[in-house]
C-alpha cells in the first residue's frame, strides 16, 4: 500500500491551455474524490466516483472541469482553457466500500500555476 | 448544506503546552461524522481524529481528544503535550451519513504553530 498517489507534483501553464492531473487511488478504494483547496481555504469538494461511476458532479466548478475514472482505477481531472482563477491546489482522495467513519486516505495533491 | 466554521485563523503555543482548536458547525442532519486533518506545510492531509454524531463518548487518540457537543453543533480538538511536530494546519471536516457521496465540508483551517 503506498498511498494515494497524484501526478504531477506541480504544473505551470499559461492560460488558455488545457492541463490534466491524474490520481492513483489505494488498490482496495473504490470511492475517489477530487478537491480543489485554494491559499488559505479549506478543501472544496469537486466530484466523486464509486468505481468507474461518476456518481456526483455537481459541484465542478464549470464547464470547463471534468474528471473520469476508467475501469474504476485511476481518475484523470482535466481543465480546459485555464484561467488564473484555477491556480490552487486540487487533491484527490480514496476511501474504502462500507462507508462509516472510515476517513479518507488523501494524496499530496497537484499544485496548479496558472500564468 | 452544510457548513463548517473555525473561529481561530492562527494559534500559538509553547512546546508542552495544552491548546484546544475550536469548531462549531451547521446541519440538519442527524446522522453525521465529524473529523479533523492535520496538514503540515507542503504535504498531505492526515487524519487526527473521528467521531461518530450518534455517539456520546467523545473520541481520543493519544494526546488528542475532541469535545463533542451535538445540542451546542461543537466540536473541538484539545492537543495534550502539544510537539514542534504539530505544528500544522488544522482542518475541521464534516460528512452526512449514508455513503459520502457529497464529499467532505471543511472548515477555512487553524494554523497552529508550536514554539520551542
Known amino acids: 500500500d503506498t498511498g494515494v498517489s497524484q501526478n504531477p507534483r506541480h504544473k505551470i501553464t499559461k492560460r488558455g491551455q488545457n492541463v490534466t492531473f491524474r490520481c492513483d487511488p489505494i488498490s482496495e478504494h473504490n470511492r475517489l474524490y477530487w478537491y480543489r483547496q485554494t491559499l488559505g481555504q479549506g478543501p472544496e469538494f469537486l466530484t466523486y466516483?464509486?468505481?468507474?461511476?461518476?456518481?456526483?458532479k455537481s459541484r465542478l466548478l464549470s464547464d470547463r472541469f471534468s474528471a473520469e475514472r476508467p475501469k474504476g482505477s485511476f481518475s484523470t481531472l482535466e481543465i480546459q482553457r485555464t484561467e488564473q482563477g484555477d491556480s490552487a491546489m486540487y487533491l484527490c482522495?480514496?476511501?474504502?466500500?462500507?462507508?462509516?467513519?472510515?476517513?479518507?486516505?488523501f494524496g499530496s495533491g497537484t499544485r496548479l500555476t496558472v500564468v | 448544506a452544510q457548513t463548517v466554521t473555525q473561529s481561530q485563523p492562527e494559534m500559538s503555543v509553547q512546546e508542552a503546552e495544552t491548546v484546544t482548536l475550536s469548531c462549531t458547525y451547521d446541519?440538519?442532519?442527524?446522522?453525521?461524522?465529524l473529523f479533523w486533518y492535520k496538514q503540515p506545510p507542503s504535504r498531505q492531509m492526515i487524519l487526527v481524529i473521528r467521531q461518530e454524531a450518534y455517539k456520546q463518548q467523545n473520541a481520543t487518540e493519544n494526546r488528542f481528544s475532541v469535545n463533542f457537543q451535538k445540542a451546542a453543533k461543537s466540536f473541538s480538538l484539545k492537543i495534550s503535550d502539544s510537539q514542534l511536530g504539530d505544528t500544522a494546519m488544522y482542518f475541521c471536516a464534516f460528512m452526512r451519513s449514508g455513503g459520502g457521496a457529497d464529499g467532505l465540508t471543511f472548515g477555512k483551517g487553524t494554523h497552529l504553530i508550536i514554539q520551542p
Open positions: 446541519t440538519s442532519e442527524n446522522n453525521y461524522y
Open positions: 482522495a480514496s476511501r474504502p466500500a462500507g462507508g462509516g467513519a472510515y476517513g479518507y486516505t
Open positions: 466516483f464509486q468505481n468507474e461511476a461518476q456518481l456526483e
